[in-house]
């Protein structure tokens, strides 16, 4: 199986890697558990190979799949990923996050982990 189901819906699952994507964007490190990690990997490692062709169809198609988020600084989600994060990566080909295990989380010693752009 390709995916994992995270006991959610589907609808409910785009929603939950939505926002932990534009999280991890705009803030650079994100703690959540292991599965969640693991998921959302392949969902900005896309993302940041689609920003780095940098041209109109892969800022719209950024757009759409990211939430329309504002820093404290006023850029938006989508201008931190192709202005800030997708040069950064430039000449690396794939490998744009890391997810490291933390621990077990206390009230259902679910595995933790934090997943972080490298």
């Known amino acids: 199986m390709w995916n994992r189901r995270l006991g959610r ?26 599965m969640k990690a693991k998921e959302l990997r392949s969902v900005v490692d896309h993302l940041i190979t689609v920003a780095k062709k940098d ?8 757009a759409s799949y990211l939430r329309n988020v504002t820093t404290k600084d006023g850029k938006t989600a989508v201008q931190v990923l192709f202005e800030e994060i997708a040069p950064k990566y ?8 890391r997810v490291s295990k933390t621990g077990f989380r206390k009230g259902d ?5 934090t997943i972080e752009l490298v």
Not at 55 to 62: C, P, T, Y
Request: aromatic fraction near 2%; hydrophobic fraction near 40%; glycine fraction near 6%.
């Open 55 to 62: 041209d109109l169809a892969a800022r719209r198609q950024a």
């Open 90 to 97: 430039k000449d690396r080909n794939g490998g744009y996050t």
């Open 9 to 34: 819906t589907a609808d409910h699952r785009v929603a939950l890697l939505r926002n932990m994507a534009t999280d991890l964007i705009l803030k650079g490190k994100i703690s959540t558990t292991e």
């Open 109 to 113: 010693a679910a595995p933790m982990a």
